[in-house]
């Protein structure tokens, strides 16, 4: 019977060591697995896994971590070795990495000057929501955001919008103007009929009470969709 100790990584040469290898070369020189090995630190004694190996089952199982960014707690779980501890720390590791991109300007106020900047900010947040979330972002007479609040949280394929609901905020927190976004589940951000109408609905109350409605963006798995872009607002 072979040695569990032999595969532990503590009984690797120190150069092979995930762990030590971040340290001294930088994370660029590790694979997905060993990056997974490295946040949860330990290995499954039941199975005789490393945390190289755990991590390796979970890239497997996934394909990448995009894909396990999308899943739940429940599922990663099911690979074998991963506890809720375990899938915790993958899922902090995750959103921890998706804050680092939304926090462009290195947290001072940024200006928000296009859609792909509103993609780049609340996609990584948004785009693997499984069901259709619908937000406001409050702008102020310089383009910086207020806030972004959630207005609505459909099913996997509808959500219900009414424009007082999207401008009563707007309303309370002073805001110039408004930008609305919400995901498609589907991965498509095309419009649908309804995503046109309540977009047409918001503008219009919104050119009624002095709040305008710079663009609504809809965000699908890899692209956007910007009515601004489109011409359509």
């Not at 991963?82 to 990495?97: D, R």
């Amino acid at each position: 019977m072979a040695d569990s100790k032999a595969h532990s990584i503590k009984h690797w040469p120190e150069d092979e060591r995930p762990r030590e290898r971040l340290i001294k070369f930088g994370c660029n020189g590790l694979s997905d697995a060993q990056l997974v090995g490295v946040v949860i630190s330990t290995g499954d004694q039941r199975s005789k896994k490393n945390a190289v190996d755990l991590g390796r089952d979970l890239i497997q199982k996934f394909g990448n971590f995009y894909h396990v960014d999308g899943a739940s707690v429940p599922e990663i779980t099911a690979v074998k070795g991963f506890g809720n501890a375990k899938a915790a720390q993958v899922k902090a590791a995750l959103e921890m990495g998706k804050r680092m991109m939304s926090q462009k300007g290195g947290g001072k106020r940024t200006k928000m000057k296009t859609s792909r900047d509103f993609f780049e900010q609340f996609g990584p947040f948004m785009r693997n929501l499984k069901k259709e979330v619908v937000k406001v972002v409050l702008l102020n007479p310089k383009l910086h955001i207020i806030k972004d609040l959630t207005i609505s949280e459909g099913s996997v394929n509808q959500s219900i919008v009414h424009p007082r609901e999207v401008m009563i905020p707007a309303i309370k927190e002073s805001a110039s103007s408004i930008v609305l976004l919400h995901n498609h589940p589907s991965g498509d951000p095309v419009p649908s009929s309804a995503d046109i109408e309540i977009t047409h609905r918001v503008s219009k109350t919104g050119e009624i009470i002095g709040i305008k409605l710079l663009d609504h963006i809809i965000i699908g798995h890899d692209d956007f969709y910007s009515f601004a872009d489109e011409g359509l607002l």
